[in-house]
């Protein structure tokens, strides 16, 4: 039995340190005036946007009973079995293709995307699509392959 988990984080070290400038920015605007900082409402929203994406992340397990999906605080847990699954490939996809990162709703089906380009393609029996990001294409194209064994869907 093999498995593959993956944890991907929202968080970037680019968003961060932008954040945290806008932040600095609003610290040396009020300096030492902390009642006037506290009521400050960008500063709120400011720090209310690093706590979500520090915390939305995306765990992903494949095993010999399916797929599992965590991608809070959105997608609580899903599992997909492997029944359910008409054709499963590994693909790149551009940023554009769902409208951004995180969890989307499409003409292209639904995603879960945490960053980067690569992604397994699930199309449904039923005809439903959903896009899973990956940071590891090559290890997960061994799992898929194991438990989904054709190799004509892969991309």
């Not at 946007?49 to 009973?65: G, S, W």
């Amino acid at each position: 039995m093999r498995v593959f988990k993956e944890k991907q984080n929202m968080m970037t070290w680019w968003m961060l340190a932008l954040l945290l400038v806008i932040m600095g920015y609003q610290l040396y605007l009020y300096g030492t005036d902390l009642e006037r900082l506290i009521r400050e409402p960008s500063l709120w929203i400011t720090v209310l946007v690093i706590i979500l994406l520090a915390a939305m992340q995306l765990h992903t397990r494949y095993d010999e009973k399916g797929i599992y999906v965590r991608f809070l605080p959105f997608v609580w847990e899903r599992q997909i079995s492997w029944d359910s699954i008409a054709h499963a490939y590994l693909r790149t996809y551009d940023i554009s293709d769902f409208g951004g990162w995180g969890y989307r709703v499409g003409r292209q089906g639904k995603a879960y995307n945490a960053k980067g380009k690569d992604g397994l393609q699930l199309v449904m029996k039923d005809g439903s699509q959903l896009m899973i990001g990956t940071q590891h294409p090559e290890e997960l194209k061994k799992i898929i392959q194991d438990y989904k064994p054709y190799t004509d869907e892969f991309e």
